[in-house]
């Protein structure tokens, strides 16, 4: 799968716009756990491999910065020292949060690793094999920030490739694609996205 995607033109339909911007791809560093499914997981099911609580805690603490963002600009515009400082005030609770995770087992338990993902999936390496459309539960957790999620997927490609390590021997490359993704996952990945976008950019015109 391609990791770029460029907009032939402009376009003002929200539709087309969602559909191209899912095609958006970008490459990023994470931790992926899979577990493997019988079936179709119902909509209101337990997910089968539940991150611990302050993961959670975590992802609720961005998605409430997120939610402020219009908020602070609102104040912004009465006070720009206000609205600083509390934009400090936020960042300084999401970087202890994210300390936090860091010093827990379950921040070192799996490797990291770069992969490919866009809205509506996600391409990374794994050691095991699965059956093509086989569906897993897959834990995502970005890096270095660790905001996380529980996603369904859908096994679109598995392609054995040599490790170049002889204890590691094949591995293979994962094409997923997401399954029953809820919208405010959808969302937080495509923020993630747009933000490393703005990254990769800002890195370009600083010549890094």
Known sequence: MDDTFKMNKPTNNKEDVSEQREYI?????????L???AGVPLKDSSF?????????LLNDIVSSHAEEGQLLH??????????????????????LAQLIIASHPDATKFPEQQISI?????DFYNAKKR?????VALNLIFMPDYLSFELYAKVITCTPI?????DLGTIYRYGLQFVNIEE?????????????????????????
């Open 25 to 33: 791809r970008i490459k990023d560093s994470a931790v992926i756990r």
């Open 35 to 37: 577990s493997s499914l």
């Open 48 to 56: 089968p491999m539940p991150l611990p609580a302050h993961f959670k």
């Open 74 to 95: 609102a104040v912004e515009s009465d006070s720009t020292a206000t609205a600083k400082y509390l934009k400090i005030v936020n960042q300084k609770i999401q970087s």
């Open 118 to 122: 866009s809205e509506t999936g996600v």
């Open 131 to 135: 059956e093509i459309d086989s569906l």
């Open 162 to 166: 040599s490790s170049g390590d002889d």
């Open 184 to 208: 405010q996952d959808k969302d937080r990945i495509a923020r993630r996205i747009f933000h490393k976008q703005l990254e990769e950019r800002r890195k370009q015109r600083l010549g890094q």
